[in-house]
């Protein structure tokens, strides 16, 4: 027998959708942001309390929103692009802890474990690289750098190694800084 909060998740969901079953209703729905409280006073559509990740749903059909869900509950959609995007966002609100606690004196390492191909990608969707004259004014080009470096078998050769340095400090940080303002309440960040 499912539990109650599966119930509640899915009346709410029913409720403000264009769709009158789940299965069909769950797939009218994107997110459209995120925030971080670090209290966890919130509680999600499902009833569930004390929710760390705030997540704005938006039906694109309709316009309605739900909020705040749940991560958890985000996973309940069964929805492989959803469960994508949630993977990204969640490693990239990490990546911006982890940058955050190395300060203005570190940064944060391609191969290092803080990276993956799904955040990547991700922040190339986001548009995290912008066009310079670096990139021939085509950020997408530093994007698809990034992730043939994190690709890459064997060891960055010198010059491969300063680009990296330079996309991180020059693209990956003040996307990230706009993703820690944007989760923190508009908190600065130290990296």
Same mark, same amino acid.
């Given at each position: 027998?499912?539990e109650p909060s599966?119930?509640?998740?899915? *009346?709410?969901?029913i409720e403000a959708?264009?769709?009158? !079953?789940?299965?069909?209703?769950?797939?009218?729905? +994107?997110? %459209?942001?995120?925030?971080?409280?670090?209290? #966890?006073?919130?509680? #999600? %559509? #499902?009833?569930? +309390?004390?929710?760390?990740? $705030?997540?704005?749903?938006?039906?694109?059909?309709?316009?309605? +929103? $739900?909020?705040?869900?749940?991560? @958890?509950?985000?996973?309940?959609? &069964?929805?492989? !692009?959803?469960?994508? +995007?949630?993977?990204?966002?969640?490693?990239? @609100?990490?990546?911006?802890?982890?940058?955050?606690?190395? *300060?203005?004196?570190?940064?944060?390492?391609?191969?290092?474990?803080?990276?993956?191909?799904?955040?990547? /990608?991700?922040?190339?969707? &986001?548009?995290?690289?912008?066009?310079?004259?670096? /990139?021939?004014?085509? *950020?997408?080009?530093?994007?698809?750098?990034?992730?043939?470096?994190?690709?890459?078998?064997?060891?960055?050769?010198?010059?491969?190694?300063?680009? %990296?340095?330079?996309?991180?400090?020059?693209?990956?940080?003040?996307?990230?800084?706009? %993703?820690?303002? !944007?989760?923190?309440?508009g908190q600065a960040?130290?990296?």
């Amino acid at each position: 027998m499912p539990e109650p909060s599966n119930y509640k998740l899915i *009346g709410a969901v029913i409720e403000a959708s264009v769709a009158n !079953d789940w299965y069909s209703a769950v797939r009218e729905w +994107e997110i %459209v942001d995120m925030e971080e409280d670090e209290r #966890c006073e919130q509680g #999600c %559509v #499902c009833g569930h +309390e004390h929710l760390r990740y $705030l997540f704005t749903l938006r039906n694109r059909l309709n316009g309605n +929103e $739900l909020y705040p869900i749940g991560n @958890i509950c985000i996973k309940k959609f &069964e929805r492989d !692009d959803l469960d994508s +995007e949630l993977r990204a966002r969640m490693q990239a @609100i990490k990546l911006a802890q982890t940058a955050n606690a190395l *300060g203005t004196g570190g940064q944060v390492e391609l191969k290092g474990g803080s990276f993956t191909r799904d955040l990547i /990608n991700y922040m190339r969707d &986001e548009g995290a690289f912008p066009d310079n004259k670096y /990139n021939y004014w085509d *950020g997408d080009n530093d994007g698809r750098f990034l992730l043939d470096m994190f690709n890459k078998r064997g060891d960055l050769t010198e010059r491969q190694g300063k680009k %990296v340095y330079a996309v991180i400090r020059n693209a990956v940080y003040p996307w990230l800084r706009g %993703v820690w303002r !944007d989760t923190h309440n508009g908190q600065a960040p130290r990296f």
